[in-house]
């Protein structure tokens, strides 16, 4: 897996006086995982918060990111987590 994703927008997206011409991801962190599980809200919530952590924009951004783009985010952070796809190697325990 890439240790870092870059996701270009076009056209960009414009917040304020911001304009965002792409977002970069990285691998969330043990306590940005925490902070968008916390108190166990509705999963898309959970991705668009991560996804605005990960990137360092505000989660408006994320919010009006089109949908493919959105899914590539969260495809991309999903492999970082439990319940994203698996590297293929055995994880049980020996």
Do not use: H
Request: zero cysteines.
């Amino acid at each position: 897996m890439e240790d870092q994703k870059l996701i270009p927008l076009d056209p960009p997206i414009m917040i304020g006086d911001m304009e965002y011409f792409s977002i970069a991801l990285r691998e969330p962190t043990a306590g940005e995982l925490e902070r968008a599980t916390k108190g166990n809200p509705p999963a898309m919530k959970t991705v668009i918060d991560l996804l605005a952590m990960v990137a360092g924009v505000p989660r408006q951004v994320i919010e009006k990111l089109p949908q493919r783009k959105f899914r590539e985010a969260s495809e991309y952070v999903s492999g970082f987590t439990e319940d994203g796809p698996t590297t293929g190697e055995d994880q049980s325990p020996s």
